[in-house]
């Protein structure tokens, strides 16, 4: 039988996953200045199957508006250059042999404002999975048998505050990175 903790603990780690989603996500998102984890989500059609950029070719951020990807087979670079243009990140490499350099282009006004609109949806995806994590383990509680009312009601407001605590981290999260996007 599965007790009150191991709810908790459930609605936890689920909510915890959330949160690192939300993170993953706004690291693929552009700002002004070059990450290499901007072409983390990046997927590359090699060997026959689609794999990430990082597996085939080593990234770097050698100046701040400049990225390099030093492709490790010279038969891939074609796919790389051309999964990095279809990326929808708005980047045209430019090869020379094994190595692409990257420019980044600065940011519209326009282009910084679909950006934050972006990351405020990735943001309420985000907080939506929290949330079915809470519904989820407070209706398994609630379904329990043999656990008294005080009990399912203090597991309650413990799930609410997790809940509270990771909707802040993603609203910490959303914060940092407007910031970033709108830095110009």
Known sequence: MTTIAEFVAQAKNGMGKSVDSVRR????????????????????????????????????????????????????????EKAIMSSGLGLNPATQGTLLRIPLPPLSEERRKDLVRLVHKLAEEGRVGVRHHRTENLSKIKKLEKVSEDEKARAEKEIQKLTDSHSGQIDELVAAKEVEILEV
């Open 25 to 80: 996500e706004f690291m693929g998102i552009r700002s002004g200045k070059a990450t290499t984890s901007l072409l983390d989500l990046v997927k590359v059609e090699a060997y026959e199957t689609t794999v990430p950029l990082t597996q085939v070719g080593m990234v770097a951020a050698p100046e701040p508006r400049l990225l390099t990807v030093q492709v490790f087979d010279k038969s891939l670079v074609q796919a790389v």
